[in-house]
């Protein structure tokens, strides 16, 4: 399993960065993404997951309605839609990959419970991450 992301740099507060993770060495509808990043001095933080072979998506609190997370399957590509960043955005961002069925699961956990976070546990392959910051 490999992925590799893209996509980051410096942005201005209120500024939309696109990032794509490239995945590659398994079978795609078979595994769920998942993206989180992890700020200098801080703990790693799930920003959303997909599915990849329905495309559910989960975005966190922290996010919501202005990250968006998609998909290209004939491409084995999956992306993070930043808008409206702001400088707490700042942070290495890193996609992730785990069997669909722990994402599936986790997301019909979020009916029942919906201040259930991301565990970066939960995701076995990790990217090398991507550098995001946010100027004020």
């Known amino acids: 399993v490999q992925l590799v992301e893209s996509g980051g740099g410096l942005v201005q507060a209120g500024g939309s960065l696109r990032l794509s993770c490239e995945a590659s060495g398994f079978d795609f509808a078979e595994y769920g993404i998942g993206w989180f990043r992890q700020a200098p001095g801080k703990g790693r933080e799930g920003v959303g997951c997909i599915t990849l072979n329905d495309g559910a998506t989960h975005e966190a609190d922290s996010v919501k309605g202005r990250f968006t997370i998609s998909r290209d399957a004939a491409k084995n590509m999956v992306y993070l839609q930043m808008n409206n960043l702001k400088p707490e955005d700042t942070a290495v961002y890193y996609c992730?990959?785990?069997?669909?069925?722990?994402?599936?699961?986790?997301?019909?956990?979020?009916?029942?419970?919906?201040?259930?976070?991301?565990?970066?546990?939960?995701?076995?392959?990790w990217g090398q991450g991507t550098q995001v910051t946010v100027s004020t």
């Open positions: 992730t990959a785990t069997v669909n069925r722990v994402v599936a699961g986790f997301l019909l956990t979020l009916r029942f419970k919906e201040d259930t976070k991301m565990k970066a546990d939960d995701y076995d392959y």
